[in-house]
C-alpha cells in the first residue's frame, strides 16, 4: 500500500479561476500519485496510505456540482481504510475541506482557509501547516507562485521529518496549456533530487521565461546598441554572419528567427516588428554572450 507522508497545499484563485496543487515528501515521485485538478471542476491531494481513486472520483464529483466538503463525504463513506487517509479538497468556487485519519502518523493534520487546504502527515510538527497557511495568505501574484512560496514555507519549517525527496506544482485553469489546447498551465515534478522544492522553483522560473509575456514597456526595440549586442551573440552561436551594424534587416531577422526558434522562445518575439521581451533578451545574452 502506498504511503507518501507528506505536506500539501490545495487553493483556488477566483481571478483566473485556476486550481493548483503544490506537493512535497519524502517519497519517490509524489507528483504521480498525490496531486490532482481539472478547471472548473476542483483539485484533489490525496495522501498517507493515498486512495488515487479519491483524484479522479472527486473531480468528477464537483463537475456534477458537490462541494468540496460534500465530495469528501461522499469519498469518505464507503472507503474501508479511511482513518489511514490523508485528503485535501478545493472546489471550483473555493469551497475547501480537508481531512486526516485517526490511522495517520503524528504529527498529521490540516486546516482550511479562504479558497485553500493546507495538509500533512509524519511532519516536523504542527507549525508546518500554520506557516504554510500563512505564508499562502500574505503571498500575493499568480497562484503557482504562492503555492511554491507556501510549499518552501513549509519545508523551511520542517516539512516531512524523514527528510526531502520529491516535489510537484499542479495547475490547472481554462485554456491554461500550450496554445490554449488544455486547461494545463503549470505542471512540473521533482521525482527524486535532494533539493526537491528549490529545484521546483528553478523549474517554475524557466517556465515563466518561456511561457510568460512582457507589457508593451519592457519590449525591446531592436536597434542600435542592444541589437548589436544580439548580432554578436548570434554570431558566436553561427546564427549570424553579417556585419555587426545594429540594423534589423532581413540577414538579421532571419538569424533571430533561427536562433529564437532553436531555444523554444518563439512566443516572445515579434519578428514583423523587430521586438523581444526583455528577460528573454537578458537571458539569451547572458546564457549565450562572449564572457569579458
Known amino acids: 500500500m502506498i504511503r ?11 481571478q483566473e479561476q485556476a486550481l493548483g496543487i503544490a506537493v512535497a515528501s519524502k517519497f519517490l515521485g509524489v507528483g504521480s500519485v498525490v496531486p490532482w485538478a481539472q478547471a472548473g471542476a476542483g483539485a484533489v491531494a490525496t495522501q498517507s496510505y493515498a486512495n488515487t481513486s479519491y483524484g479522479p472520483r472527486g473531480i468528477d464529483l464537483m463537475e456534477r456540482g458537490l462541494t468540496a466538503q460534500e465530495t469528501l463525504d461522499v469519498l469518505l ?5 479511511r482513518e489511514l487517509r490523508q485528503v485535501g479538497i478545493v472546489d471550483h468556487l473555493g469551497n475547501a475541506a480537508t481531512f486526516t485519519g485517526s490511522g495517520c502518523f503524528e504529527w498529521a493534520g490540516g486546516l482550511t482557509g479562504n479558497g485553500f487546504a493546507v495538509q500533512g502527515n509524519i511532519l516536523a510538527g504542527e507549525d508546518v501547516v500554520h506557516t504554510m497557511a500563512d505564508t499562502f495568505e500574505k503571498t500575493t501574484g499568480p497562484l503557482p507562485h504562492r503555492l511554491l512560496q507556501a510549499l518552501l514555507a513549509g519545508d523551511h519549517a520542517g516539512g516531512d521529518r524523514r527528510g526531502r525527496q520529491s516535489a510537484a506544482l499542479l495547475v490547472v485553469k481554462p485554456r491554461g496549456g500550450y496554445g490554449g489546447f488544455n486547461d494545463r498551465w503549470v505542471d512540473y515534478r521533482v521525482d527524486d533530487d535532494p533539493q526537491p522544492i528549490e529545484k521546483l522553483q528553478a523549474i517554475l522560473e524557466l517556465h515563466d521565461l518561456y511561457f510568460s509575456s512582457s507589457p508593451p514597456e519592457d519590449r525591446i526595440k531592436l536597434q542600435g546598441e542592444q541589437l548589436k549586442k544580439l548580432q554578436k551573440v548570434m554570431a558566436l552561436q553561427g546564427y549570424y554572419q553579417g556585419e555587426i551594424t545594429g540594423i534589423y534587416d532581413k540577414t538579421t531577422r532571419s538569424a533571430l528567427e533561427a536562433f529564437t526558434g532553436s531555444e523554444n ?3 516572445r518575439v515579434d519578428l514583423n516588428e523587430g521586438l523581444i521581451d526583455r528577460p528573454v533578451f537578458d537571458y539569451l545574452l547572458k546564457r549565450f554572450g562572449k564572457q569579458e
Not at 507518501?4 to 477566483?14: E, K, L
Not at 463513506?77 to 481504510?81: K, L, M, P, T, V
Open 265 to 267: 522562445f518563439e512566443e
Open 4 to 14: 507518501p507522508s507528506t505536506f500539501s497545499i490545495v487553493a483556488y484563485d477566483h
Open 77 to 81: 463513506r464507503n472507503d474501508s481504510g
